[in-house]
């Protein structure tokens, strides 16, 4: 297993591992690295990544420097080896939202975590991170996203997924892929509020997403999101498809 390493916008770093078994065409998932005075990791991956991402990331900085790591939502691509992260990093703090501190975190994380609240920015020194709770945006109660101010990038999470193994970085269409992914894997869970979370999202005219499985995107990412609100709109106009 093999994790490649990719600076997708200024000291952000992308750790992707492409599993081919996921799905009909394999899945990658990624990890993003902010390099700051303050470290921050977003995404853990699954304990079994551990040994590849890890090494991938020690050839970016010496671990211990760690200081954050940060998830979207309670999944094991998303946090599963939270543990190991913060073993090797003895200084850092696990970042989430109030609602997966309460149902999670507080409980289950091996130091106390630090409960972002929505719109609470973290200054780690040269970066900052702002904490957008999103909850059900991809799924699950808790989930929420980070937006680096600095460079504009905002971190999407499972949000604009598609399959394969595609390049790094992307400028050409985000939005035909995600559909497609969605349509063949139903992982959305699909509200009225679903729209309006992610147009919430594009108002922050980021320029770079920094996606959790799938090419990172260089652009106008207000209106990639724009039309990802407008097809998930549809979908529940039409009526989600049944699974
Ligand atoms: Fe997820
Ligand atoms: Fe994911």
Redesign the pocket.
Known sequence: MDTRVDEIAERIYRLSTFLPGVGPSGLTFNQFLVDAEEPLLFHCGQRALYPAVSRAAARIMDLRRLRWVAF??I?A??CGALGEWLAVAPQATAAHGAIGCAIWLNDQAPRPPRALADGEVVDLGGRRVRRLDTPHV???WD?GLLYEETTGTLFT??LF?HAGDPPAVTQGDLVGPAVAAEQAFH?TGVTPATGATIRRLAALRPRALAV?HGSSFAGDGGAVLGSLADFYDDLLRKGTPSI
């Open positions: 979207s939502h999944e691509d998303e991809p799924h699950c989930a999470s499972d997924t992982f959790m």
